[in-house]
Structures are given as structure tokens and as C-alpha cells.
């Protein structure tokens, strides 16, 4: 039996290799863009700078090094640095100089897409495309299943909106902004508020708050949603309001066809139906006050 003295681990040899294109990599990449421009970088484009430097310095494809040993030589040639996994699965690590502050690091961190181009040339495009390639393949089918159940508990959230429920004809108590909140499913408000940042509360027991003026503007276009499931067959306090509104303003039944074909509106023969119910309910009224 033979005594022999044991190898290095694999790890240590992997982190000593191409020594020579490791310090032209943390003299150009690390200290000059990370440290002294104090820019925000992600570790797979570390990764492929490196790559691309011992290609360029020693003629060696090193396309399996491995990022976390990278990293690992990294936090421990410059305890500087900070690494920072963003929430987002899809989105890869991000690299930064410790002492910069939060304002300039909102200000310098790439596009979250992960395909913004640089001015260097040891970052190149490619390895951008190529890693938002690969993410696309991990999150394809997660994101497109989690999409098509979200929708389908929203479409079982309308199917159970009755739309404006009063007897016929609505009036002006039944056809306000209060009243629009009640044909709006509260998932429905909450997701269109999520999609356009206005809250990041995440409920489902109430409608969120957010700002006044936003906040038409979302029930406006949830009635549109709620309008169009329908097929037009539940009408919302908008869907009347808005088509009996231009009748009076404007008298064109084009205009009002116009926005009942793109969803705003209830057709012409319906807002004509409500003009007239209305003004009979108004006579009505009057012959019993008299």
C-alpha cells in the first residue's frame, strides 16, 4: 500500500487557476468599474468578463468556471463588496461596492431585464442575451402557469359580478363612483393596482388604498373588464354614465357606437332605453308631486 500525499481539493485548484487573467480581470472590472465608478453589476456578466479574459490573455476557454467560485474569490480579495440577491428569481445576483449609498445605488442598477448594453468591452452583449435566453427557459412555464391561474380565479371573480343589480331605470344614486366600487371584484381592483405600482400592499380581504385620482382611473378600467366578460350583457354605473353623457352632449349616435365598440359604453339602443325610461320616471314623479 502505497502512501501518497492528497491532491488538492478540486475547489482550491479551480481557484487558482488563470491566476494571471484573474488579477487583469479584478484591476480592470473589480477595482476600476466597481469600486472607483461605483457601478452596479450582475454576477453573470462578472462571470463572462472573466471568460472572456482568459480567452483573450491566455487562449483558454474557460467557459466552466463556475460563477460561485468566482464569487467566492471575490468576497475574499475584496470584503468591500457586496452581493445582493434581488427578490426576483429570474433576476441574477447584483455586485456593488459596499459604501454606495441607496440613493446612487437605485440610480446605477442595470435594467432589470438584464439585457442593457456596456461600454466595456470585457461585458459584452452577448453574455446578456445569452443569460436573458436561459432565464426565459427556467421561468417560461412557472410564469405563464401562475399568469393562466390568476386569471382563471379573476374569471371566476366576474363570472360572480352581477353588474348594476337596481331596478330599471338606474338613477344618479345608482350610477356614481361609490356605486361602481360595488360591480368591481376586489381582486380585480387589488391586481390592476399591483400591475401599476400604485400599492404594494398585498390583500385580498379589502380594497387597497391608493391615490384619488388613480384610483377612478383603475375603476374605470375594471368596469371596462367587467363590461366586456359579460359581453356587454352587464352594464356598469361607467358603461351607462359615460353613453347617456355623450347622447347629451353631443346627440351622435356614432360617437356613442364608437365608444361601445371599444368597451367604454353601453350601445346606442341601450342608453336611448335609459334616456327614455328616465324621463317617463321623471313624469311620473312629477304628476304624483302635483
Wanted: hydrophobic letters at 35%.
Amino acid at each position: 500500500m502505497f502512501l501518497l500525499r492528497p491532491d488538492k481539493p478540486e475547489t482550491e485548484q479551480d481557484e487558482a487557476m488563470f491566476d494571471a487573467s484573474y488579477k487583469l480581470f479584478c484591476e480592470r472590472i473589480i477595482r476600476q468599474r466597481l469600486l472607483v465608478n461605483n457601478e452596479v453589476l450582475r454576477m453573470g456578466q462578472l462571470r463572462q468578463a472573466f471568460i472572456d479574459m482568459v480567452k483573450a490573455n491566455e487562449g483558454v476557454d474557460a467557459s466552466n468556471y463556475r460563477q460561485d467560485l468566482l464569487k467566492k474569490r471575490l468576497a475574499q480579495d475584496f470584503p468591500q463588496l457586496a452581493f445582493h440577491m434581488p427578490t426576483k428569481r429570474n433576476v441574477c445576483e447584483l455586485v456593488f461596492a459596499e459604501t454606495l449609498s441607496k440613493d446612487a445605488l437605485v440610480d446605477m442598477l442595470p435594467d432589470p431585464s438584464g439585457t442593457e448594453t456596456t461600454q466595456s468591452s470585457e461585458l459584452s452583449q452577448t453574455d446578456s442575451d445569452n443569460e436573458t435566453g436561459r432565464t426565459k427557459c427556467q421561468t417560461t412555464h412557472e410564469d405563464t402557469r401562475t399568469l393562466y391561474t390568476a386569471a382563471l380565479f379573476l374569471k371566476r371573480l366576474l363570472s360572480d359580478t352581477p353588474g348594476v343589480s337596481c331596478p330599471w331605470p338606474p338613477t344618479s344614486e345608482n350610477v356614481n363612483v361609490t356605486e361602481s366600487q360595488t360591480v368591481v371584484p376586489i381582486g380585480l381592483y387589488n391586481l390592476l393596482s399591483w400591475i401599476i405600482g400604485s400599492t404594494e400592499e398585498p390583500t385580498l380581504d379589502h380594497y387597497v388604498n391608493i391615490d384619488d385620482d388613480v384610483h377612478l382611473k383603475v375603476l374605470s378600467v375594471c368596469q371596462d373588464i367587467v363590461y366586456l366578460a359579460s359581453k356587454g350583457r352587464k352594464q356598469t354605473p361607467k358603461s351607462l354614465a359615460l353613453g347617456l353623457t355623450v347622447r347629451h352632449l353631443t346627440g351622435s349616435s356614432r360617437i356613442v357606437s364608437l365608444l361601445n365598440r371599444l368597451g367604454h359604453c353601453a350601445s346606442w339602443d341601450t342608453v336611448l332605453s335609459l334616456d327614455t325610461s328616465l324621463a317617463q320616471l321623471t313624469l311620473v314623479e312629477v304628476s304624483h308631486h302635483s
